[in-house]
C-alpha cells in the first residue's frame, strides 16, 4: 500500500489490492515469453475473438456514431459524477436496497464479510466481477472462513487450477482444452473419469459441479456492468446463466462496484448494450442479461446489498489526462488486439488489469510511484490497435505516454544524480542544436564501424541502450555521415573527380 | 467524516478543474421502418444463430404448437398469468404435467428443479440482435422458474417485436427485475468457441405469433 493521506482529501489517495506487478514488467514478460504453450494458446483466441468481433461491429452502419455516444456520455458521467451517485443512491434506497461505501479494498472487504456472516453462512457464490478481483475479496474471505465459490466457467477453472486470471473476460485464456480437462480430472471432486477435452463436455462438468451449490446458496456475491442513476437499476451481462443463478436464487444479494460504473440513464443502455457484446464476445448480444432496481417483492433476493468502491478511482479522476481510463466498460477488445499482450500474456502485467488498459489504469489506481507499476506504461508500441477498438474510445496511447512522462518526472524528484536517460537527452539537445555539433558528433562514425568489426553487426550496445540490442543486432554504422556524402558528391564536378582519386 | 462523505470530497477536489463534457451526440439509430415480414425474418435468423429452435406460427396454430413442443417433457411450470387457451392442448384439464406458480404458492427450488421444462410469454424482442426480454408480469413469472428447468418454451407475440435496441427500451419498465435472453445459455470460455447450454435453460424453444 502506498501513497495514503487519509483526512487530506485535497491530495490523490490511491487504491490497493491486486493492482500491482511485482517485477518489472521487461522481467515478467521475459519470463511469460518462454511459455511457447500459453503463447499458441492465446494466439488462437486472440485471432479467434479479432474475427468475430470485426464481423458484428461490420454489421452496424453506425457503430462509429455508438462509439461517440459511448464516449461523450461517459465524459459526462465523471464530470457530473457527486450528482449522479446521490442520484443513484436515493432511487436504489427507495427501491429497498442499501448501499454501502468502501474508501479502499480493505474497507470493501470488511463490508461484505459482514454482511455474509450476518446470514450465518460460511459460502457464498460468486458471479465473475473484476471489482472482488481487483480488492482480493476470495482471499480475505478465506482467512475469515467463509468460501467463496467461483460459478464463471473461466474463474473456475482459474480457481481450481490454483491459478492467476490473465485477460479480463475470459480468465482462462492461457489454458487450452486439454489443460482445462487435466485441471477438471485433478481438483474436480466426483468427476467421470473418462472426461474427454471437448469443450462441450467440460461445459456440461461444471454444470454438474455447481448446480448443488447454486439451488443451495444462501448468500451470491456479484459485480455490476452498469447502474442507471435515474431509476437505481443495477445491470450484470453474461453468458451462462451462472449470473442468473446467482442474482435470482439466493436471499441476500451483495453487489461490489466501483463508483465509475454509473450511467446517467435508462436510455443510455440503448448505446452500451450495442457496444459492449459486440467488443467482448464477438455477439450481437451476449446469451443474458440481468436488471434489477432494489428489492423486487416475491422474485428474487430480499436482502440487496450494493458496495460502492473508490480505491484509488477518485486518483484516477484527478489526473486530467488520465482520467478517461475511467469510462473502460472492461469488455477487453485492447487486449485481443494488441500486440504485446498476444505475446507476453496477461500474467506479465501483474495486476488485475492486464492489457493495455491495464497499462494505464493500474498505474493511475496506484499512483505511477507505486511498487513497479512505473514500467507499466512502456509495456506497448504505441501501435494504436487498443485506441481503435476501445468502444468508447479511451486513448490509451496518449494516456501511455502522459504515464511515461509522470514516471520520468518523479524519479527526477527522488535521484540527485541526472541518470543515463537525462545525460542522453542532454547530449541529444546539444548535438541537434546546431549543424556543427552534430557534425562533429558523426566524425565518431568510423569508430562504430571499427566496433561491429568483420561481422559487421553491434550485437551489445552500452547502459540502458542495451535494451535495443537485447533482441537484435544494430548493422554496422557507414563510414561517413549523409552530410559528409552530400558535401563531397555536390561540390562542383572538377573537385569531385579529384576527390574520388 | 463517513465513508461516503470522504469519497464525494476526494470527488469534488479531483474535478476541481471543472471538466465539462459535450452534449452526448445522439446519431444512431434509434427508429426504423423494416416491414413486420422481414422484422420476423431477420429475429428468426438470429436466434437460430444462437441455436434456439424457432417455430413461426398463426395465432390458431399457438396452442398445438405448444403441445408439440412440450409433448417431451414429463412436467413443466407455468406462470400464473399465462393465457389459459395456450395450453388448451398441451394440458389439458388435470394435465398432472402441469405445475403453476403463483403468488403466494410459489414452487421451491427443489420442485423448479424437478420440473423439465417451462412455458412463458414475453414482453419486447429485438431482431437485430435476437434478444427477447422477460420482464416479470403475470404471463411471465418471476425470474426463477424461466432459470431452473433445463428447456424453455418462449412465445413472442409479433407486435412486441422491433429491429432495434433503442426501440425496445421505451418498451421496458426498467424498475421490473428484467432479463434479455438470446439464445440458449452458452459459454465461450475454451479457446474461446461458443458451446451452447451451461446453467441456464440448454434447449430454448421460441415460437413466434402472427396476429398477436
Known amino acids: 500500500m502506498s501513497g495514503v493521506f487519509m483526512g487530506m482529501p485535497s491530495l490523490p489517495v490511491f487504491g490497493d489490492g491486486n493492482l500491482h506487478i511485482d517485477e518489472p514488467f521487461p522481467a515478467a514478460a521475459h519470463r511469460e515469453l518462454g511459455n511457447t504453450q500459453m503463447r499458441a494458446n492465446l494466439r488462437h483466441a486472440t485471432h479467434t475473438i479479432r474475427d468475430k468481433r470485426l464481423k458484428v461491429v461490420g454489421e452496424l452502419p453506425d457503430w462509429e456514431e455508438l462509439r461517440d455516444a459511448g464516449a461523450a456520455t461517459k465524459n459526462q458521467v465523471m464530470a457530473n459524477l457527486p450528482a449522479l451517485l446521490e442520484e443513484f443512491e436515493k432511487n436504489f434506497t427507495a427501491r429497498g436496497g442499501i448501499i454501502h461505501w468502501a474508501r479502499d479494498a480493505d474497507e470493501a472487504n470488511r463490508i461484505v464479510s459482514d454482511l455474509i456472516k450476518e446470514q450465518e453462512t460460511t459460502e457464498v457464490v460468486k458471479v465473475k466481477s473484476m471489482a472482488t478481483q481487483e480488492i482480493g475479496l476470495n482471499e480475505y474471505l478465506e482467512e475469515q472462513g467463509i468460501s467463496a465459490f467461483e460459478t464463471d466457467l473461466a474463474e473456475l477453472i482459474v480457481q481450481l487450477g490454483h491459478d492467476k486470471p490473465s485477460h479480463i473476460l475470459v480468465p482462462a485464456i492461457h489454458k487450452n482444452r486439454t489443460e482445462v480437462r487435466d485441471i477438471f480430472l485433478a481438483e474436480m471432486p466426483n468427476v467421470d473419469p473418462n472426461l474427454t477435452d471437448e469443450p462441450r463436455l467440460l461445459a456440461m462438468a461444471a454444470r454438474e459441479h455447481l448446480r448443488r451449490k447454486f439451488l443451495?446458496?444462501?448468500?451470491?456475491?456479484?459485480?455490476?456492468?452498469?447502474?442507471?442513476a435515474d431509476s437505481g437499476t443495477l445491470a450484470v451481462v453474461e453468458s451462462e446463466g451462472n449470473g442468473r443463478m446467482c442474482l435470482t436464487l439466493p436471499e441476500t444479494l451483495i453487489t461490489v462496484m466501483g463508483i465509475e460504473k454509473l450511467l446517467p440513464a435508462k436510455e443510455d443502455l440503448e448505446v452500451?448494450?450495442?457496444?459492449?457484446?459486440?467488443?467482448?464476445?464477438?455477439?450481437?448480444?451476449?446469451?443474458?442479461?440481468?436488471?434489477?432496481?432494489?428489492?423486487?417483492?416475491?422474485?428474487?433476493?430480499?436482502?440487496?446489498?450494493?458496495?460502492?468502491?473508490?480505491?484509488?478511482?477518485?486518483?484516477?479522476?484527478?489526473?486530467k489526462y488520465g482520467r478517461t481510463a475511467l469510462n473502460c466498460i472492461r469488455c477487453s477488445a485492447c487486449m485481443n488486439v494488441c500486440p504485446v499482450y498476444e505475446r507476453t500474456g496477461g500474467h506479465a502485467y501483474g495486476s488485475t488489469y492486464p492489457g493495455p488498459i491495464g497499462a494505464i489504469l493500474s498505474p493511475l489506481l496506484t499512483g505511477i510511484k507505486s511498487e513497479e507499476n512505473s514500467s507499466l506504461p512502456y509495456a506497448s508500441s504505441l501501435c494504436g490497435a487498443c485506441y481503435d477498438a476501445c468502444p468508447v474510445k479511451i486513448n490509451i496511447p496518449e494516456i501511455l505516454v502522459h504515464l511515461r512522462g509522470e514516471d520520468v518526472d518523479s524519479r527526477r524528484e527522488t535521484k540527485k544524480l541526472p541518470s543515463q536517460m537525462d545525460l542522453m537527452m542532454k547530449g541529444a539537445q546539444w548535438a541537434f542544436s546546431s549543424g556543427k555539433n552534430l557534425g562533429l558528433l558523426e566524425k565518431g562514425l568510423p569508430l562504430g564501424k571499427l566496433a561491429a568489426g568483420r561481422e559487421k553487426k553491434i550485437k551489445r550496445l552500452p547502459g540502458i541502450a542495451a535494451g535495443w540490442t537485447q533482441s537484435r543486432d544494430i548493422p554496422a554504422p557507414p563510414a561517413q555521415s549523409f552530410r559528409d556524402w552530400w558535401k563531397k558528391d555536390h561540390q562542383p564536378a572538377a573537385a569531385t573527380t579529384e576527390q574520388e582519386k | 467524516m463517513s465513508a461516503k462523505e470522504e469519497i464525494l470530497s476526494r470527488i469534488t477536489s479531483a474535478l476541481r478543474d471543472a471538466p465539462t463534457a459535450e452534449p452526448i451526440p445522439r446519431e444512431y439509430r434509434t427508429t426504423s421502418d423494416m416491414p413486420q415480414a422481414e422484422l420476423i425474418e431477420l429475429l428468426v435468423d438470429r436466434l437460430e444463430d444462437y441455436k434456439a429452435h424457432v417455430d413461426v406460427v398463426d395465432s390458431a396454430r399457438l396452442a398445438a404448437t405448444i403441445a408439440e413442443r412440450l409433448k417431451d417433457a414429463t412436467s413443466f411450470v407455468v406462470p400464473h398469468g399465462i393465457n389459459e387457451d395456450w395450453l388448451s392442448e398441451a394440458a389439458p384439464a388435470n394435465d398432472a404435467r402441469r405445475r403453476t406458480d403463483t403468488p403466494g404458492a410459489v414452487l421451491g427450488i427443489p420442485e423448479l428443479d424437478s420440473t423439465d421444462a417451462v412455458l412463458t410469454s414475453s414482453a419486447v424482442s429485438i431482431a437485430e440482435s435476437g434478444t427477447i426480454v422477460l420482464d416479470g408480469t403475470g404471463d411471465q413469472g418471476r425470474r426463477a422458474i424461466s432459470l431452473v428447468p433445463d428447456h424453455h418454451v418462449c412465445v413472442v407475440p409479433v407486435s412486441t417485436i422491433v429491429r432495434l435496441l433503442p426501440e425496445a427500451l421505451p418498451r421496458m419498465d426498467i424498475t421490473r427485475p428484467l432479463t434479455w435472453i438470446s439464445g440458449p445459455s452458452a459459454t465461450s470460455d475454451i479457446e474461446l468457441e461458443r458451446v451452447e447450454g451451461v446453467h441456464g435453460p440448454r434447449r430454448l424453444d421460441v415460437i413466434i405469433v402472427k396476429g398477436l
Do not use: C, I
Not at chain 1, 443451495?216 to 442507471?228: I, R
Not at chain 1, 416475491?298 to 473508490?310: A, E, I, W
Open chain 1, 272 to 319: 452500451f448494450m450495442q457496444l459492449l457484446p459486440r467488443s467482448s464476445t464477438g455477439e450481437r448480444m451476449n446469451p443474458y442479461t440481468s436488471l434489477w432496481t432494489g428489492v423486487t417483492e416475491g422474485d428474487g433476493p430480499q436482502n440487496v446489498h450494493l458496495v460502492m468502491l473508490d480505491n484509488g478511482r477518485t486518483a484516477a479522476l484527478a489526473d
Open chain 1, 216 to 228: 443451495s446458496a444462501k448468500v451470491a456475491v456479484s459485480g455490476a456492468n452498469f447502474a442507471l
